[in-house]
């Protein structure tokens, strides 16, 4: 009887530190930017989300000119590649849209996305993007991209990514 208590103490106590702990199925509480679709890896219900601390460890620098906000810019944010690592897109998916707050959208094909270094920029010079600087995030190419991706295709204002 006594061992029997025990063991049950002891599944409420582990079954209550992984629900604190969260889960797949939990919610991220302040998610940046968050992916839907068909994505294979879930976090937060029926999405992948990315808060600030996810963003801070999966994010690299880049040195950028940007044609609406100049030449020599250090980007920091999460590249398209190391979100699809993220996610684990379905083998039939084949682009990921990016969509902002108004709901303009971008389609950016995955062949793209892995063959060059494409961000979802949320640093700019080491200060976090605010609205008035395209945030939570925005779209920034690389050179190589920049011959196949116009300049209006920098969007800003993305929070969302939708796996097709």
């Not at 699809?84 to 950016?108: R, W």
Request: contains cysteine.
């Amino acid at each position: 009887m006594r061992k029997t208590v025990l063991v049950l103490l002891s599944l409420i106590i582990i079954a209550g530190m992984l629900a604190a702990c969260g889960g797949a199925s939990g919610t991220v509480e302040n998610p940046i930017l968050k992916v839907t679709g068909k994505i294979q890896e879930k976090n937060s219900g029926d999405a992948y989300a990315l808060d600030e601390a996810a963003f801070e460890k999966n994010s690299v620098e880049q040195t950028m000119d940007d044609p609406w906000m100049g030449d020599g810019l250090k980007y920091k944010g999460i590249l398209l590649s190391k979100l699809i690592e993220l996610v684990k897109p379905a083998s039939d998916a084949t682009a990921l849209s990016l969509v902002a707050t108004d709901g303009k959208a971008i389609d950016i094909p995955i062949e793209d996305a892995n063959q060059w270094g494409i961000m979802l920029a949320h640093w700019s010079d080491g200060t976090v993007l605010d609205e008035k600087t395209g945030g939570p995030v925005k779209v920034a190419f690389p050179a190589e991209a920049r011959q196949k991706y116009a300049d209006e295709q920098w969007m800003w204002w993305i929070v969302e990514v939708k796996v097709k």
